[in-house]
C-alpha cells in the first residue's frame, strides 16, 4: 500500500493552516499581540523570507524562488510517498506527509499575499524565537518523525 494513503494527513494540514491564518488575519491588526503565557504570545506578522525571516528584505524575488522551490520538493515528496510502504514505513510517510502539507500551506499565502502568515511566538525573558504557524510546526514535525524514521531504519 502507497504513502499516498497518508495524503488526508496533508490535506487536513493545509486546512487547519489556512483556517488558521483565517482567523488571525480577522481578529489582529499586523503587530497586534495577546499574551497566552508568559512565554508565548499570539502575534500577527508577515514574513516574505523563509525560515527566520532569512531573505525577507531581498526585494521580493524571493517570493517566486521559494514558492517555486516548495512546489518542486512537494512533487518529489508525492513522488517518494508513492513508493514508501504506508505500514511498514509509517514514520517516514507521516514526516513526508506533514512536510507536504506544511510546504503547501506556505504556498498559498505566498501566492495570496506575498508573505507568510506567523502567529505563534515563543520567548523567555528577553530571548524572542522567530514567530511561526501550523505549516512550520507540521514542518518540524515532519522532520522529527523522518529523523525518528532514519533512527530506527539504522538500528535494522
Same mark, same amino acid.
Not at 503587530?31 to 525571516?53: C, K, M, Q, W
Not at 522551490?69 to 511498514?88: K, N, T, Y
Given at each position: 500500500?502507497?504513502?499516498?494513503?497518508?495524503?488526508?494527513?496533508?490535506?487536513?494540514?493545509?486546512?487547519?493552516?489556512?483556517?488558521?491564518?483565517?482567523?488571525?488575519?480577522?481578529?489582529?491588526?499586523?503587530?497586534?499581540?495577546?499574551?497566552?503565557?508568559? $512565554?508565548? #504570545?499570539?502575534?500577527?506578522? /508577515?514574513?516574505?523570507? =523563509?525560515? !527566520?525571516?532569512?531573505?525577507?528584505? *531581498?526585494?521580493?524575488?524571493?517570493?517566486?524562488?521559494?514558492?517555486?522551490?516548495?512546489?518542486?520538493?512537494?512533487?518529489?515528496?508525492?513522488?517518494?510517498?508513492?513508493?514508501?510502504?504506508?505500514?511498514?514505513?509509517?514514520?517516514?510517510?507521516?514526516?513526508?506527509?506533514?512536510?507536504?502539507?506544511?510546504?503547501?500551506?506556505?504556498?498559498?499565502?505566498?501566492?495570496?499575499?506575498?508573505? $507568510?502568515? #506567523?502567529?505563534?511566538?515563543? /520567548?523567555?525573558?528577553? =530571548?524572542? !524565537?522567530?514567530?511561526?504557524?501550523? *505549516?512550520?510546526?507540521?514542518?518540524?514535525?515532519?522532520?522529527?518523525?523522518?529523523?525518528?524514521?532514519?533512527?530506527?531504519?539504522?538500528?535494522?
Amino acid at each position: 500500500m502507497s504513502g499516498w494513503r497518508w495524503l488526508p494527513l496533508s490535506a487536513s494540514i493545509i486546512v487547519l493552516d489556512q483556517a488558521s491564518k483565517a482567523w488571525i488575519e480577522r481578529h489582529f491588526q499586523l503587530y497586534e499581540s495577546v499574551t497566552l503565557l508568559p $512565554v508565548l #504570545d499570539i502575534t500577527r506578522l /508577515h514574513n516574505p523570507g =523563509a525560515a !527566520f525571516s532569512f531573505l525577507a528584505g *531581498a526585494g521580493g524575488w524571493q517570493r517566486w524562488f521559494f514558492t517555486g522551490l516548495a512546489l518542486v520538493v512537494s512533487v518529489g515528496i508525492l513522488v517518494w510517498l508513492r513508493g514508501v510502504h504506508a505500514r511498514a514505513q509509517a514514520w517516514l510517510a507521516c514526516g513526508l506527509t506533514l512536510i507536504l502539507g506544511g510546504a503547501l500551506g506556505n504556498v498559498i499565502d505566498r501566492m495570496r499575499h506575498g508573505f $507568510v502568515i #506567523d502567529f505563534v511566538h515563543a /520567548h523567555w525573558n528577553d =530571548a524572542w !524565537f522567530p514567530a511561526f504557524n501550523v *505549516a512550520d510546526a507540521a514542518i518540524t514535525v515532519g522532520a522529527a518523525c523522518m529523523i525518528i524514521d532514519a533512527l530506527l531504519e539504522s538500528r535494522r
